[in-house]
């Protein structure tokens, strides 16, 4: 039978195949619009004995396939759902197979920081790779070397432009701001946040002064300013309390908060609710459910920005082009 490539239209995969996991319907959704891509048929369900079982509606032989799959909580089953998919999609024979994680479980785990305790971030990229996934695509890692725990290529995307922009409209209405890191780990990217507001830096700093008590400063001048603290991740909204409380108390004006994944455990809603911020700006890499959604907290979305890194990949065209790197 002859075979019907196009010589003028090269394609080292064939169409793009999209699946989706149930954690994160809506971005998942999202971004088979941006692309105009159907979501792929599968039943994923889970048996009364609590397996997991994954069947495709159709064969994904050859396809160049993306499995969008946040592993936020309930984190176990998210995870079980991604690495089942992943399995049933090589054992189909697609021609390349690419996790989306936007939100990565276990990340805080990226180290022996004390004796006998796992690197479970390790664990996942490990389980990742075994399940069969060729590369993967994530965004704002906990610590960038987790890059190192894959064997597999993959684009670690950053919403700081996208959280970014977003301050940057909204410089003008500020007094005199100040981005704060409220996590020592996180100061790189709060320089960089910084560097791009034009404006100065500080860093709340957390020391351990017994074994549980932890004291708490300010470097950088906040008096009398508007503040941005900027973080990865809030779970449980602890070290935004701890950063609000000591910025007020060195004199910072109004509060504005800026994270990329809103993890959200409880008691963070609560937490957060209390807290005189003036607005809370997180993306959708994890869901955040109708009585969590506060009156000031504003969720940008990545979805475009997965749906472009997608499609990149899928024609092989460079994606650090897009933010001129
Ligand atoms: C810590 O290393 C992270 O950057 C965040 O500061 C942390 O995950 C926030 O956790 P929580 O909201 O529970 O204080």
Known sequence: MPH???????????????????????LAQEISDYLGVPLSGRDLLKFPNDNIFCKLHSSARGKDVYVIQTTSAPSSDNIMELLIMLQTLKLDSVGRLTAVTPYLAYARSDKKDQPRVPISARLIADMIEVAGADRYITLDLHAGQIQGFFSIPGDVLTAFHMLSDHFLERKADMHEPVVVSADLGYAKKGRNFAAKLQVPMAFVEKRRTG??????????????????????EIDTGGSIVQACNILRQSGARDVYVSCVHPVLSDPATERLRSLDIREIIATNTVPVPPEKRLPNLTILSIAPLLAEVILRAHEGRSVGAMFNE
């Open 4 to 26: 019907t490539a196009q010589p003028h239209a090269p394609r080292i995969y064939g169409d793009i195949g999209l699946y989706a996991g149930n954690s994160a319907p809506e």
């Open 211 to 232: 074994p549980d008590t932890e004291a708490m400063s300010v470097i950088g001048d906040v008096d009398g300013h508007d503040v941005i603290i900027v973080d990865d």
